[in-house]
């Protein structure tokens, strides 16, 4: 079994050998490199990008269908956020959180996302021809992911409202409450996830 390793050992440990010497004597760093590798394009931080985003077809789908959020706000501000709220509360309290707060509501939106574009620009499947193919193609290569993301950072602070109305609802012990509170909002800062809208306040 592949032992677990740190970013930090694994840079440690490439720095003192040589490409050979790793690849015989430490499979826990080749394991580790190929998991940062497998992240990074999940991500799509290993293709050339376009105008800031993951590729064209990702920066030509928010241009089109999401450069007007209001669409998504709504269905944040219908239950959305308090679902996943409620949701990262209930892990959180019993340590089995594996997200922060913002990217639990990114993943949340991910597939709403994707499927709400893809039954406005595909329709319901029906009737599929040429054109209907090239579209699913075409949106194949859409980093959903980045988007959401983009859009959690535009509602950040309506999503820090959902959440306190939702904590307040949890009646826990202040320290506890202010201690989720802080990690929410530290934790969710840290992976970029911020108001970087009307007028770009730091959370």
Known sequence: MTKYISSFDALQILGNASTNSILANYPEVVAHLKEQIESLSREGMLKPRYNGWTNYETWRVNLEYFS?????GEHLSDGGV????ETWIRNESIGA???????????YLTDYLQN???EWVCGDGAERDAAVD???AFLSDVNWYEIAKHIVEE???ECLEAFELELDSWGLEEAEAEKM???ARESSDEHGL???ARGGTRI
């Open 134 to 136: 090239y579209a699913e």
């Open 181 to 183: 509170r802080q990690y």
């Open 68 to 72: 007007d959020t209001s669409i998504i």
């Open 116 to 118: 709400l574009c893809e």
């Open 82 to 85: 308090e679902y996943v709220a």
């Open 155 to 157: 509602y950040w602070e």
């Open 194 to 196: 911020r108001n970087k």
């Open 97 to 107: 959180n594996y997200n922060t707060f913002a990217e639990d509501i990114a993943h």
